[in-house]
């Protein structure tokens, strides 16, 4: 990890590092082999996490939001990372090996590709990463955490190490205040597919839905805008985080010139102990600025034929895959409509208990993609996605979230971006079903696409 030179700013009087160094020191002979990350945590003034994470040197920076605002994390560094080259169980059984329950706020960050196989394209990212960040300010039920986390190399060096900590926690950089930096002119936009190749791709759907070869395959649009210089990954999220209120909001910055940003309405699912909830969200109308007309669209929505189609998959293959690792399953009654900044869309909420010994792993196998991000049958819709995208998906689409001791919460990374050097990729995918019009799906992407073209603006 390199923090930079200089830092910005220097530490405030309200976060003393001998303080923190005291605790971590007298904690580290509570250290075990089988528990060998230590985390302390000490309340400060309140801050805005992402102003302090704009403002520091030091790379991986990680940003994460829930969709109600009850956590807000942004953190830096690497204490612990783990990854692998598929989607496999080792992998999360060597995340839950360094968490334990002395630590409830100890989380590993990180997401896994939509499918378990490498975009050389996606760099950094790769098919799937977790990281405890090294510091965060973290915000919770109203309170503000500094925390720093620290994983034992060598019980005969731990002296060393923690001087080594030190060193690095006073390269931490507080922010004065925000930064306001103006961002690169878009030069130039490119769809894959274009809109001529989006509407062959339709047609080839439909036309094997027509076959009864399937019945739902969620198509994908890749937008890349070219810009003049070097975008600002957490500006770009500062900016977003008005419109991103009904929604969750995460950035992944492994690098200077790669990130991976999303503002995404949907959970695919969180546990709690035993107790898992999920939720079926798909059928979408745009929004306007008229109440009135919001509250029209939103009925209309309600009773659309095709839309109501497209979502029941979704309802289904959820309650299907709860069936196989929960012992109790409820969903909701009936539809209600999920607001965000500019979409309504169906939503059905679905939860249960874990049957035992499930883990979030068996979660994420039965899960992952449901027909909100891939389609119905999982098989085929995926053969038609990998013929018809012009581009790998690498994260977009896939579960981005994190784990901590006995608790978990996974999202799919959809409305997302991506930043590589001056070329910003915009994500967005529609539902093919029976009945869909290409130039109606096409209008759906810019709908989805459109608070980052306005903030790019």
């Known amino acids: 990890?390199?923090?930079?030179?200089?830092?910005?700013?220097?530490?405030?009087?309200?976060?003393?590092?001998?303080?923190?160094?005291?605790?971590?020191?007298?904690?580290?002979?509570?250290?075990?082999?089988?528990?060998?990350?230590?985390?302390?945590?000490?309340?400060?003034?309140?801050?805005?996490?992402?102003?302090?994470?704009?403002?520091?040197?030091?790379?991986?920076?990680?940003?994460?939001?829930?969709?109600?605002?009850?956590?807000?994390?942004?953190?830096?560094?690497?204490?612990?990372?783990?990854?692998?080259?598929?989607?496999?169980?080792?992998l999360f059984a060597a995340l839950r090996n360094n968490l334990s329950c002395g630590h409830p706020d100890l989380r590993y960050y990180g997401?896994?590709?939509?499918?378990?196989?490498?975009?050389?394209?996606?760099?950094?990212?790769?098919?799937?990463?977790?990281?405890?960040?090294?510091?965060?300010?973290?915000?919770?039920?109203?309170?503000?955490?500094?925390?720093?986390?620290?994983?034992?190399?060598?019980?005969?060096?731990?002296?060393?190490?923690?001087?080594?900590?030190?060193?690095?926690?006073?390269?931490?950089?507080?922010?004065?205040?925000?930064?306001?930096?103006?961002?690169?002119?878009?030069?130039?936009?490119?769809d894959l597919p274009d809109k001529a190749n989006w509407t062959d791709g339709i047609e080839q759907i439909l036309h094997a839905i027509d076959r009864h070869e399937l019945d739902k395959v969620v198509l994908a649009r890749a937008t890349y805008l070219e810009v003049e210089g070097s975008p600002d990954a957490f500006q770009l999220l500062d900016r977003l985080r008005p419109q991103a209120n009904n929604a969750y909001l995460f950035c992944f910055q492994p690098n200077p010139d790669e990130a991976f940003l999303s503002m995404s309405p949907e959970r695919l699912?969180?546990?709690?102990?035993?107790?898992?909830?999920?939720?079926?969200l798909a059928g979408t109308c745009p929004r306007t600025h008229?109440?009135?007309?919001?509250?029209?669209?939103?009925?209309?929505?309600?009773?659309?034929?095709?839309?109501?189609?497209?979502?029941?998959?979704?309802?289904?293959?959820?309650?299907?895959a709860f069936d196989t690792v929960c012992s109790q399953v409820r969903a909701d009654d009936k539809l209600s409509l999920a607001v965000v900044a500019d979409c309504q869309h169906l939503v059905t909420r679905i939860e249960g208990l874990l049957a035992q010994p499930n883990t979030d792993?068996?979660?994420?196998?039965?899960?992952?993609?449901?027909?909100?991000?891939?389609?119905?049958?999982?098989?085929?819709?995926?053969?038609?996605?990998?013929?018809?995208?012009?581009?790998?998906?690498?994260?977009?689409?896939?579960?981005?979230?994190?784990?901590?001791?006995?608790?978990s919460e996974f999202v799919p990374g959809i409305r997302a971006a991506r930043i590589d050097g001056h070329i910003i990729t915009l994500y967005a995918g529609a539902?093919?079903?029976?009945?869909?019009?290409?130039?109606?799906e096409w209008a759906e992407l810019e709908t989805k696409i459109s608070a980052y073209l306005r903030v790019l603006e």
């Open 1 to 90: 990890m390199n923090f930079g030179n200089t830092p910005k700013a220097s530490l405030p009087p309200g976060l003393p590092i001998e303080e923190l160094m005291a605790l971590l020191k007298s904690a580290a002979e509570m250290l075990t082999a089988s528990h060998p990350v230590l985390r302390v945590q000490l309340p400060i003034n309140e801050l805005d996490p992402l102003a302090w994470l704009q403002d520091q040197n030091g790379f991986p920076k990680i940003y994460w939001r829930d969709r109600d605002h009850a956590v807000e994390m942004a953190g830096l560094g690497v204490t612990h990372c783990v990854s692998h080259t598929s989607h496999e169980e080792p």
């Open 111 to 190: 997401g896994l590709s939509f499918l378990p196989n490498a975009d050389p394209v996606w760099g950094s990212f790769g098919i799937c990463s977790f990281v405890i960040p090294r510091f965060e300010i973290l915000k919770k039920d109203g309170d503000t955490y500094f925390a720093c986390n620290w994983l034992r190399q060598n019980p005969q060096e731990t002296d060393a190490e923690l001087d080594a900590l030190a060193a690095q926690l006073r390269q931490v950089a507080m922010p004065v205040h925000a930064r306001k930096r103006q961002h690169p002119a878009v030069l130039s936009r490119q």
């Open 269 to 280: 699912f969180k546990c709690t102990g035993g107790f898992v909830q999920s939720e079926a």
């Open 290 to 320: 008229s109440d009135t007309e919001d509250t029209q669209l939103g009925q209309a929505l309600l009773h659309n034929d095709k839309n109501l189609r497209e979502h029941h998959f979704v309802v289904d293959a959820i309650r299907n």
């Open 361 to 407: 792993f068996d979660l994420l196998k039965v899960l992952h993609p449901t027909p909100a991000v891939g389609g119905v049958p999982t098989t085929q819709a995926l053969d038609y996605i990998q013929r018809l995208e012009p581009f790998g998906r690498g994260w977009y689409a896939g579960p981005i979230g994190w784990l901590g001791y006995d608790a």
């Open 431 to 440: 539902g093919i079903v029976a009945g869909s019009d290409p130039e109606a």
